[in-house]
């Protein structure tokens, strides 16, 4: 077992939460097979790193295992659902132990616009004019704590309405108990109507305030934002690498299940969502002092 000495390997008490969560061996089911050479953990502590820290997959420390064997578990968990899985579990367990429903039934939608690196190919790329940047769109899906329900990635140059036709119908199928989505003024329009529907989804928009300028809190689209902004900490996720969008969902993934994962190990959990006090009332602290 290798030593821990990165800030993103796992903790004890973070590998006991997802060791649970983790694919059976092959040679411990029925077909069989062979023994795995490194331990699973040291495979999740490699992922994470390569997430946080932005490094090449080439470019892993040596101390882990191969690249490739690091790289070829990550390429088949996010094929398999595995990854997904473990998000949605961490989710249920933060929302039960806040006292809600496991199953969400409102969320919060929005899109983030990121920079494509060489490595993306024109097919799966494209230029976002409203904030002048030429690579992918992330659009994400997250309950009202701001916790991730489903996330899709598409080219930059893809309309919010039209990705949020396929998001929504894919909520739909997965998540069948949502009845209620708040976004903001870019999905407004006919997907309103079509979303009630055809979907039974009832679909409302926050609109910013006539003649607001800079920065606004909006309600409820904050939570989706506050989000946003957290997984661009991990540096994998400041640009866009990947040749496949679904490589990309998958790292999205990985840096959100390590913010849960030490938001339910951590040992004084904080009550309103992620963060202590909401963007709302933290500006309403700074003002009275």
Same mark, same amino acid.
């Given at each position: 077992?290798?030593?821990?000495?990165?800030?993103?390997?796992?903790?004890?008490?973070?590998?006991?939460?997802?060791?649970?969560?983790?694919?059976?061996?092959?040679?411990?089911?029925?077909?069989?097979?062979?023994?795995?050479?490194?331990?699973?953990?040291?495979?999740?502590?490699?992922?994470?790193?390569?997430?946080?820290?932005?490094?090449?997959?080439?470019?892993?420390?040596?101390?882990?295992?191969?690249?490739?064997?690091?790289? =070829?578990?990550?390429?088949?968990?996010?094929?398999?659902?595995?990854?997904?899985?473990?998000?949605?579990?961490?989710?249920?367990?933060?929302?039960?132990?806040?006292?809600?429903?496991?199953?969400?039934?409102?969320?919060?939608?929005?899109?983030?616009?990121?920079?494509?690196?060489?490595?993306?190919?024109?097919?799966?790329?494209?230029?976002?004019?409203?904030?002048?940047?030429?690579?992918?769109?992330?659009?994400?899906?997250?309950?009202?704590? =701001?916790?991730?329900?489903?996330?899709?990635?598409?080219?930059?140059?893809?309309?919010?309405?039209?990705?949020?036709? #396929?998001?929504?119908?894919?909520?739909?199928?997965?998540?069948?108990?949502?009845?209620?989505?708040?976004?903001?003024?870019?999905?407004?329009?006919?997907?309103?109507?079509?979303?009630?529907?055809?979907?039974?989804?009832?679909?409302?928009?926050?609109?910013?305030?006539?003649?607001?300028?800079?920065?606004?809190?909006?309600?409820?689209?904050?939570?989706?934002?506050?989000?946003?902004?957290?997984?661009?900490?991990?540096?994998?996720?400041?640009?866009?690498? #990947?040749?496949?969008?679904?490589?990309? #969902?998958?790292?999205?993934?990985?840096?959100?299940?390590?913010?849960?994962?030490?938001?339910?190990?951590?040992?004084?959990?904080?009550?309103? =969502?992620?963060?202590?006090?909401?963007?709302?009332?933290?500006?309403?602290?700074?003002?009275?002092?």
């Amino acid at each position: 077992m290798r030593r821990r000495r990165y800030p993103s390997d796992t903790t004890v008490a973070e590998w006991a939460l997802l060791e649970p969560l983790r694919p059976v061996p092959a040679c411990q089911t029925k077909t069989g097979g062979h023994p795995e050479k490194w331990l699973r953990r040291q495979i999740v502590d490699a992922i994470r790193y390569i997430v946080d820290n932005g490094a090449k997959w080439r470019a892993l420390p040596a101390d882990f295992p191969p690249w490739e064997t690091v790289y =070829g578990f990550f390429w088949r968990w996010n094929r398999r659902g595995v990854v997904t899985f473990i998000r949605d579990q961490l989710r249920r367990r933060l929302r039960t132990g806040l006292g809600r429903c496991p199953h969400p039934v409102t969320l919060i939608v929005d899109s983030q616009s990121v920079k494509g690196a060489s490595t993306v190919s024109q097919a799966t790329r494209g230029f976002d004019p409203a904030k002048m940047i030429n690579g992918r769109k992330r659009h994400v899906a997250v309950d009202t704590k =701001g916790f991730p329900v489903m996330i899709m990635v598409t080219p930059a140059d893809m309309q919010d309405r039209d990705a949020a036709r #396929e998001l929504l119908w894919r909520l739909r199928l997965t998540h069948p108990q949502i009845t209620q989505v708040w976004a903001d003024s870019a999905y407004a329009g006919q997907l309103v109507t079509w979303a009630k529907d055809f979907l039974r989804i009832t679909l409302k928009t926050v609109s910013r305030p006539k003649g607001a300028k800079g920065f606004v809190v909006l309600p409820r689209r904050w939570r989706v934002e506050r989000t946003l902004g957290w997984i661009m900490n991990a540096r994998r996720i400041a640009r866009d690498y #990947e040749r496949l969008p679904q490589h990309s #969902e998958g790292h999205l993934n990985w840096a959100l299940i390590t913010l849960m994962a030490r938001r339910l190990t951590r040992k004084s959990p904080r009550t309103d =969502g992620w963060s202590k006090k909401s963007p709302a009332a933290q500006g309403r602290c700074r003002t009275s002092v």
